[in-house]
């Protein structure tokens, strides 16, 4: 057997099984120093992961991200820039193995994470990260771990196929590790939890920030929950014990609707819950799932709508992983629908008619209006108030929105 590391490429390859040019090129400048892993056909998250990252020694993403399969490219990414800003290794399951490993020093070592620009498209990501840390969605030593223009962040970004050799060679990057503290506590959840909302209530899955202290999305978080819940809408979010993740489980806690988080140890452990309401945390139930992927996929099977606000690499994450579910036929999101609040990400503005996602939704065989909503809302303005009328207008916007998708993807009139 041979003691080559393994290189996962996972846009390599998909082209009838012929390697394109920019591939083949990438061939001869590896000159065999890798054996390549290009493995397809995954039916969920897990094997997603584990298909990839677990085998693997490095990882590059290369050529366009607008293939049909390219859905499931962005959720390994995104997976991946998660588990790194946030430092949590453990949760992820797969990150011994692969992305970052915790030495006896008790501090984290990322392996970069290489991507072959050859046509500008892998740009959107690097703007991506400058978009965050403006807007207060990550913080800047984070935007600086990511990435820096010199290329000493952990992603990094090749414009020919030899500029790949040298930086998939870069030294590993230290990260200080996500402490969470009374893990053993996690041997107390219930994985089905100890009460159950009202069938008569859609689930919404709420995805957004769980850092951010900047005012306008606090509010905004806030006063969503608020809406929804006074629409009729319970809530399913990360649990979160902090940034609009938060704010949304007190506005929709405070205003009638039953709150259910879905955590695992490293991120979460039970014990800040006592598996009931805890306050300041505003949860009625907890459930336990193993790892981030397996987290995902119970999110996505529990909720009607998952509704995605503002946030970073995480919201990324559970934006294009419920994507690629979808797009693979799972039965976690057979009747599930995706709406997306349309802000400044530029893989999801509205700048131009054809967005990224929109392009990568059509070549994956969803459809907008069908699979996926995006739901128009100015948040240019007055960010810095926390007294800003317009999170309020925002806020009553998306419950509008998802009002009119329970009536016309759910037959839902009444609340």
């Known amino acids: 057997m041979s003691n080559k590391p393994i290189l996962s490429i996972p846009s390599l390859g998909r082209d009838n099984g012929e390697l394109s040019p920019l591939a083949a090129d990438l061939k001869s400048a590896l000159n065999g120093a890798y054996n390549l892993n290009i493995a397809t056909g995954a039916r969920d998250l897990k094997e997603l992961v584990g298909g990839h990252i677990t085998a693997s020694d490095s990882m590059l993403f290369m050529g366009d991200p607008l293939t049909k399969d390219s859905i499931g490219d962005m959720a390994l990414l995104y997976l991946i820039l998660d588990a790194i800003q946030s430092g949590m290794p453990m949760g992820m399951q797969w990150a011994d193995n692969y992305q970052m490993k915790i030495n006896g020093d008790g501090l984290a070592y990322a392996k970069p994470v290489v991507m072959l620009d050859s046509d500008g498209h892998y740009?959107?990501?690097?703007?991506?990260?400058?978009?965050?840390?403006?807007?207060?969605?990550?913080?800047?030593?984070?935007?600086?771990?990511?990435?820096?223009?010199?290329?000493?962040?952990?992603?990094?970004?090749?414009?020919?196929?030899?500029?790949?050799?040298?930086?998939?060679?870069?030294?590993?990057?230290?990260?200080?590790?996500?402490?969470?503290?009374?893990?053993?506590?996690?041997?107390?959840?219930?994985?089905?939890?100890?009460?159950?909302?009202?069938?008569?209530?859609?689930?919404?899955f709420v995805c957004c920030s769980f850092s951010t202290t900047n005012p306008y999305f606090l509010d905004m978080a806030e006063l969503t929950g608020a809406e929804l819940a006074k629409a009729g809408f319970d809530l399913i979010t990360g649990g979160g014990r902090g940034g609009m993740m938060l704010r949304t489980q007190k506005g929709a806690y405070e205003n009638g609707a039953f709150v259910t988080g879905i955590t695992f140890a490293q991120l979460n452990p039970i014990a800040r819950f006592n598996n009931h309401h805890s306050p300041g945390h505003y949860i009625h139930q907890i459930i336990g799932a193993d790892g981030m992927p397996h987290r995902i996929q119970k999110m996505a099977r529990q909720g009607n709508i998952i509704l995605l606000l503002p946030g970073g690499f995480g919201t990324d994450t559970e934006l294009f992983a419920p994507l690629f579910l979808k797009a693979i036929g799972h039965h976690s999101m057979e009747n599930t629908m995706i709406a997306v609040v349309d802000t400044e990400n530029p893989l999801l503005s509205n700048q131009h008619n054809n967005t990224i996602l929109l392009k990568m939704l059509e070549r994956s065989g969803l459809k907008e209006g069908v699979d996926f909503e995006r739901i128009a809302i100015d948040l240019t303005t007055k960010r810095e108030s926390t007294q800003d009328t317009s999170a309020n207008q925002a806020a009553v916007q998306v419950a509008r929105a998802l009002e009119q998708i329970r009536r016309q993807s759910f037959g839902i009139v009444t609340r």
Do not use: S, W
């Open 123 to 204: 740009q959107l990501f690097i703007d991506r990260v400058m978009e965050l840390k403006q807007h207060g969605l990550l913080k800047p030593e984070k935007a600086d771990l990511i990435y820096r223009p010199d290329n000493t962040g952990i992603l990094k970004l090749a414009t020919k196929p030899r500029e790949v050799v040298e930086l998939l060679h870069a030294p590993p990057i230290m990260i200080k590790p996500f402490e969470a503290k009374d893990d053993d506590a996690m041997q107390h959840i219930r994985k089905d939890g100890l009460q159950r909302p009202d069938p008569l209530r859609l689930q919404t």
